[in-house]
Nanobody, 128 residues
C-alpha cells in the first residue's frame, strides 16, 4: 500500500505560480511512476503531467505544456508539480497518483487506469 499526501494547494491570482508537492511512503519510491491529475467541478479527472521511475522522462497534457514542470526527488520520496502563468481554468482539485505495477523505467503513464494509488487531493483556486 502506498500512502500519498499532497501539499501546496492554495488560492492564487491569474498569472501567478504554484508548487504542489506529493510525499509518498509505503513503497520503494524509485519503483513508482508518478503523475498529477486534476478534476474541476462537473468535469472528469484529467491528466496533467507524469514522470517516469527514473525521473528522466516526462509527459504533459497540452494544457500544461510550456507552463508546468514535474520533477521528483527520490531521496525525499517526493514528486513536485510547478505550474506557472496560471489561468482561472486551472482551478481544480489536484491529485497525485502512483503506479506500482511493473513498468519500463521510461514509462510515463497518462491515463487514470494506469495508476494504482491516489492522494486525497488538494484544492487549487485561480482567481481572475
Amino acid at each position: 500500500q502506498v500512502q500519498r499526501v499532497e501539499f501546496g494547494g492554495e488560492l492564487v491570482q491569474a498569472g501567478g505560480s504554484l508548487r504542489l508537492s506529493c510525499a509518498a511512503s509505503g513503497h520503494t519510491f524509485e519503483r513508482l511512476a508518478m503523475g498529477w491529475f486534476r478534476q474541476a467541478p462537473g468535469k472528469e479527472r484529467e491528466f496533467v503531467a507524469a514522470i517516469s521511475r527514473s525521473g528522466l522522462f516526462t509527459s504533459y497534457a497540452d494544457s500544461a505544456k510550456g507552463r508546468g514542470t514535474i520533477s521528483r526527488d527520490n531521496a525525499k520520496n517526493t514528486v513536485i508539480l510547478q505550474m506557472n502563468s496560471l489561468k482561472p481554468e486551472d482551478t481544480a482539485v489536484y491529485y497525485c497518483a502512483a503506479r506500482a505495477r511493473v513498468a519500463a523505467s521510461y514509462y510515463t503513464p497518462t491515463g487514470p487506469d494506469d495508476y494504482d494509488y491516489w492522494g486525497q487531493g488538494t484544492q487549487v483556486t485561480v482567481s481572475s
